[in-house]
């Protein structure tokens, strides 16, 4: 009778711990499905303090009468100079690209008829226009090409009017993340240092890797992205392809995006080339991108990243969707630094032998007593 009821007992524990655990999982399901939006913002602000603590630490030594700047100045410095690069790139780069568009929208009927004119002379091709009626097609999509651009304007300015709305989620943003810089990770040492054991020296252990890995992520980045830039500048101006500066900002800011930014943005330039010198500028831009993706991928990234981020590639794309698929593009940016730091959570929270791979709990090779081998 004892035995039947300790055994009674305990099943009654386990069962009462299980359901406690599915309440509290369930509680922070709740928390977590009626305060996203506000969790975003803090992981945004995260990752956005931790891309511009760099920064603001060179900002720092800037020297004016033989002392530093205030961290508080610095922050603010660093955020001045990102406000006027966002307006140059909104004054100086989309009014020019907007001018293009609208300007090949009105000529592309001209281009359909010297095209006409080209099929009439080829028999080939007459005998499949007359079969599927080509150039009709043609006509008329480019006839109807300009009033889809006004609409393409209509739905730009509604997508205005929202950002516009998102002004507050901006500014709360950049509050949490200038208080976040400005206090150097006091607030999560303060709070890690207040764990039990060597649960305190891990802790900190994982802020340090978490910060090196998003530094070292952005830094890279940004890099990348300046070099694709800059080498898609100096491509167009020797071409002789108009809106060099406005193209060349827009391949570095699709660069930033990953895996498939340098490549959408190579696509636009090798259409602009075509539209611009066809065949000759679009194939000197297309053998020139091939070389410089291949030494981006293969000699300078890896380079770069040989300190910073390490996943697996298949890692990164699953990390990639799902972040895009929660955040949008901003999810896209940031998957791969939350992936790295959660490998470096997992690094450090379950570490591994190094005889056998196997996974060990926490803390347990600390606390394996040393032996000597005879």
């Given amino acids: ?51 511009i603590a760099p920064l603001v630490s060179l900002a720092e030594r800037v020297r004016i009468r033989g002392r530093g700047l205030p961290r508080w ?45 080209w099929a009439e002379g080829n028999e080939e091709f007459r005998e499949l226009n007359d079969k599927y009626d080509i150039t009709k097609t043609l006509t008329d999509e480019a006839k109807q090409l300009p009033s889809r651009i006004g609409d393409a304007a209509s739905e730009a300015g509604a997508l205005t009017v929202q950002a516009g709305q998102n002004v507050f989620a901006a500014i709360t943003i950049l509050a949490l993340a200038f208080f976040l810089v400005l206090d150097r990770g006091r607030l999560y040492l303060n709070a890690v240092s207040r764990l039990p054991g060597d649960a305190a020296e891990r802790g900190r252990r994982i802020g340090e890797g978490v910060f090196h890995v998003v530094k070292s992520y952005i830094s890279v980045t940004l890099l990348s992205a300046v070099m694709a830039g800059l080498f898609t500048w100096i491509m167009l101006e020797l071409l002789g392809i108009p809106m060099a500066l406005p193209l060349a900002v827009l391949v570095a800011f699709l660069d930033l995006i990953p895996l498939i930014g340098f490549t959408l943005g190579g696509l636009l330039i090798a259409i602009v080339a075509a539209i611009t010198d066809f065949p000759t500028a679009a194939i000197i831009w297309g053998v020139a991108f091939l070389v410089y993706q291949q ?40 998957a791969i630094p939350v992936a790295g730091s959660i490998a470096v959570i997992l690094k450090e929270l379950v570490p591994r032998q190094v005889e056998t791979g196997e996974p060990v709990p926490a803390g347990a090779l600390e606390a394996e007593p040393a032996t000597e081998t005879p």
């Fill in 1 to 51: 009778m004892d035995a039947a009821r300790i055994q009674a007992r305990a099943v009654a524990k386990v069962t009462i711990i299980a359901l406690a655990m599915i309440a509290v999982a369930l509680l922070v399901a709740l928390i977590v499905l009626h305060t996203r939006t506000t969790l975003q913002w803090v992981v945004i602000a995260v990752f956005f303090a931790l891309g």
């Fill in 295 to 334: 030494l981006q991928d293969r000699v300078f990234q890896p380079l770069m990243f040989k300190s910073a981020v390490h996943l697996n590639p298949a890692i990164s794309i699953v990390a990639i969707l799902l972040g895009a698929e929660l955040l949008g593009i901003l999810g896209a940016l940031i």
């Fill in 73 to 117: 100045l610095a922050i603010l410095v660093v955020y001045l100079l990102g406000f006027i690069f966002f307006l140059f790139v909104l004054l100086q780069v989309i009014p020019p690209m907007v001018k293009e568009v609208e300007k090949l929208a009105s000529q592309l009927p001209t281009y359909v008829s010297d095209f006409e004119d």
